[in-house]
């Protein structure tokens, strides 16, 4: 209840919380995760490993300049629900990428963590005008990330908002999915999230 009422709290949206609990049962701390904490820790609790978890949420938080690997993250470019997308700069190669970061509470489960390493497996394969290239996975501690080429602009969703698409464009980018799609299937691969 607690936890419900400070995400209400606008300023509080993306300030970190850390839940320090003696239950370690799964489900309890999911349950917590999906209520709004960020992370978790079992008590007693280490401090060193309290002080990495903070300054990691800390650095995804504000991320401007922090780096990760060897990434420097330059600004947070999207979210979903497995999870945050930086817009970086690889100080290797020096070229501007897409850092995808698992969110901390899915590597609770040791699967979800496998099925990341996995996707970054299969888009390393995977090459096509119209799907991403994938330069590669890292772990930072216990933050694991997928490095992916950078595409400038908006998402389609930002593109179209306000107003009706013309039938035309549509064909367009139907036509540009259903190519990726096509190829995804050449490689026996099913997107989830179409």
């Known amino acids: 209840i607690v936890l419900a009422q400070f995400r209400a709290f606008e300023k509080s949206q993306d300030l970190p919380v850390i839940m320090l609990t003696g239950r370690s049962d799964a489900a309890d701390v999911i349950r917590a995760l999906r209520l709004g904490a960020n992370d978790y820790a079992l008590k007693p609790v280490e401090i060193d490993v309290l002080v990495s978890r903070i300054q990691t949420h800390l650095k995804l938080s504000s991320p401007q300049d922090q780096t990760?690997?060897?990434?420097?993250l330059l600004r947070k470019i999207g979210e979903g629900a497995m999870s945050h997308v930086y817009e970086a700069l690889c100080q290797k190669t020096k070229r501007r990428s897409a850092v995808k970061v698992l969110h901390r509470s899915?590597?609770?489960d040791e699967t979800n963590v496998i099925r990341f390493r996995e996707e970054a497996e299969l888009m390393q394969r995977?090459?096509?005008?119209?799907?991403?290239?994938?330069?590669?996975m890292g772990q930072d501690g216990e933050t694991y990330y997928l490095a992916m080429e950078f595409v400038e602009g908006p998402t389609l969703e930002k593109w179209s908002k306000g107003k009706a698409m013309e039938?035309?464009?549509?064909?367009?980018?139907?036509q540009q999915i259903a190519l990726a799609l096509d190829h995804l299937d050449d490689m026996g691969v099913l997107h989830r999230d179409i």
């Not at 039938?167 to 139907?174: M, N």
């Open 68 to 72: 990760l690997g060897s990434y420097t």
């Open 106 to 108: 899915l590597t609770i």
């Open 126 to 136: 995977l090459e096509h005008k119209h799907i991403v290239k994938c330069y590669g």
């Open 167 to 174: 039938s035309r464009e549509v064909l367009v980018f139907a």
